[in-house]
């Protein structure tokens, strides 16, 4: 078992807190992304799970195993940076034998684990050449088979895509996921790509700020965000949000003339909330067309179309309703004019609704 716990961690430099009383249990096996926007503390966090930075507070412990006075050799961890960090006057067969002689393992074992981890990830054919005569996406393959002829208890990758061109992350994306996917290895994975972390965590753990806002499933994650920045901080293009007031004993909200009636889910929970300030937050696939048939009750409202993106499949729409911004998607055949009123439908059981003040979710 490899599961990983961190419980009241703080870190803090020069009295700044960094990170502030993180507590998550990372399940074995489990591929876990770390994300949010840069200065989070998700990669300090990796760190200290790594012993590349002490704690300020808490304890960290891998497999039941308290490690966080542990020094990095003694951790059962292999990390894979964002910069690669190979041995540039090595070759790729001498870089991935490296840290298995420095742990002294036989000769044999050590031509075993290369020739796996070389045959795993199609390097064979490079193991004589040196750092500077393979391509981004080669020397990335390089990283990872170094972390994994290791066969550590835990792999930690720090934004290890982030400088790939977009064609080349997507495709190495999937080859890391099918890769934990195999070796069945606890994975702790850090970035700053939503999109990134929605398509390859078997669960995320969104930061803000060194504190942790939201541990869930993708999916849990985008349909039910916990507060207003995770609502925004995922999902692309980003959810629409209009700052309103509750009327009518929480039966439809009104900001500035624009009224949205509240979906019958939600009326328990607003109804105390009378007269107060929130947010309605709408995702742009439940912006459609008035007369598509809709999931349900939907109200019409009249949007100016202000910038129109086209990206082959599908078209983005940015607008304004009432003065309130409205991004949506449609297909390319049905892109509006930029400068026409349009109508268009919102599906009101899929609104979602948070604290003016706090910004935590209401429903």
């Given amino acids: 078992m490899a599961e990983v716990r961190l419980e009241h961690v703080d870190k803090s430099y020069d009295g700044a807190s960094v990170i502030a009383d993180l507590n998550l249990e990372i399940r074995d096996q489990e591929f876990m992304v770390l994300v949010g926007p840069s200065g989070c503390g998700k990669s300090t966090a990796l760190r200290m799970i790594a012993g590349l930075e002490d704690l300020t507070g808490g304890t960290i412990a891998i497999g039941g195993r308290r490690v966080d006075e542990l020094p990095p050799k003694d951790r059962d961890v292999a990390m894979v940076f964002q910069n690669y960090a190979l041995y540039p006057h090595m070759t790729i067969r001498e870089n991935l034998e490296f840290g298995l002689k420095m742990r002294k393992v036989p000769r044999e074992e050590i031509d075993r684990l290369v020739a796996q981890a070389a045959a795993t990830l199609e390097l064979a054919p490079l193991l004589d050449r040196r750092p500077r005569q393979l391509s981004g996406g080669q020397r990335q393959r390089v990283a ?57 965590g078997t669960r995320i753990a969104v930061m803000k700020d060194g504190r942790l806002q939201q541990v869930g499933t993708p999916l849990d994650v985008y349909d039910r965000p916990a507060n207003l920045f995770v609502a925004l901080f995922i999902g692309s293009p980003p959810m629409s949000v209009i700052q309103a007031t509750v009327r009518d004993g929480g039966a439809r909200v009104e900001a500035d003339g624009l009224e949205l009636p509240l979906r019958d889910a939600l009326r328990a929970a607003a109804r105390p909330l009378d007269g107060r300030s929130v ?6 696939e439940h912006v459609v067309d008035p007369s598509s048939p809709a999931h349900g009750p939907t109200a019409t409202l009249q949007a100016d179309v202000e910038l129109v993106e086209p990206l082959g499949d599908e078209a983005v729409v940015h607008a304004r309703v009432g003065g309130h911004p409205l991004t949506y998607r449609v297909e390319p055949r049905r892109m509006p004019e930029v400068g026409r009123r349009v109508a268009v439908a919102v599906e009101l059981e899929r609104l979602h609704l948070f604290d003016g003040e706090s910004g935590a979710r209401l429903g």
């Fill in 144 to 200: 990872l088979g170094r972390a994994i002829v290791r066969q550590p208890a835990v792999y930690l990758f720090d934004e290890p895509l982030s400088n790939l061109d977009a064609k080349l992350r997507l495709q190495m994306r999937a080859e890391i996921k099918n890769l934990q996917r195999r070796l069945k290895t606890t994975t702790v994975y850090v970035t700053h790509d939503q999109v990134e972390a929605m398509t390859m």
């Fill in 279 to 284: 947010h309605v937050g709408i995702r742009p």
